[in-house]
């Protein structure tokens, strides 16, 4: 099972649809399949050592005492149970999750709000008419929706995640 990491006013709160089961199991999210760990590093809003986060037990170390902690980061999905595909969700499974995400931004406050992929953010929304990148602000937080991080060209994710990281005062302009 996940322990999702939130804190207070984190930098960016990192939101995806749902774990995979492998993630689940190690209760990490993205340790799955660690892209999205890689690109992190790569894009400069965290700072760690390839072979620790090729490692699950190292991962799981950075992930429950780093991210939030040092980085100021947080993570959390719409939907906590864990499928091997978003195919295998329910309609309707993501209510419950909305109002959770909603609750969270507001009480957290961060400065940028991440969602990994456009099903993601249209889970959240309801709405399917949007693009990728910025969206309309949720209450004082900025609102980005990146491609998801496992199919596709490294470069695009990298530059997305250095433009989520400069808002959120995490990298140089």
């Not at 190690?26 to 992190?40: A, D, E, Q, T």
């Not at 609750?103 to 993601?120: A, D, H, M, N, Q």
């Not at 004082?140 to 491609?147: D, F, I, K």
């Amino acid at each position: 099972m996940i322990k999702y990491a939130v804190s207070r006013r984190p930098r960016i709160m990192f939101v995806g649809i749902n774990p995979h089961y492998g993630s689940y199991r190690r209760g990490v999210p993205f340790s799955n399949n660690k892209m999205f760990w890689y690109l992190l590093n790569r894009s400069g809003i965290i700072d760690e050592s390839m072979d620790d986060l090729k490692r699950d037990e190292s991962l799981r170390r950075i992930y429950k005492s780093r991210f939030a902690q040092t980085y100021n980061l947080n993570f959390t999905n719409i939907i906590t149970r864990p499928s091997r595909t978003v195919a295998q969700l329910r309609k309707g499974e993501e209510l419950p999750g909305r109002l959770r995400i909603a609750r969270l931004i507001s009480e957290c406050r961060p400065k940028v709000v991440c969602f990994i992929g456009k099903i993601t953010y249209m889970k959240f929304t309801g709405n399917s008419d949007f693009g990728f990148g910025w969206q309309k602000g949720i209450g004082g937080s900025r609102v980005y929706v990146m491609h998801f991080p496992i199919r596709g060209m490294a470069s695009i994710r990298l530059r997305e995640l250095r433009e989520v990281g400069r808002a959120a005062g995490i990298l140089g302009r």
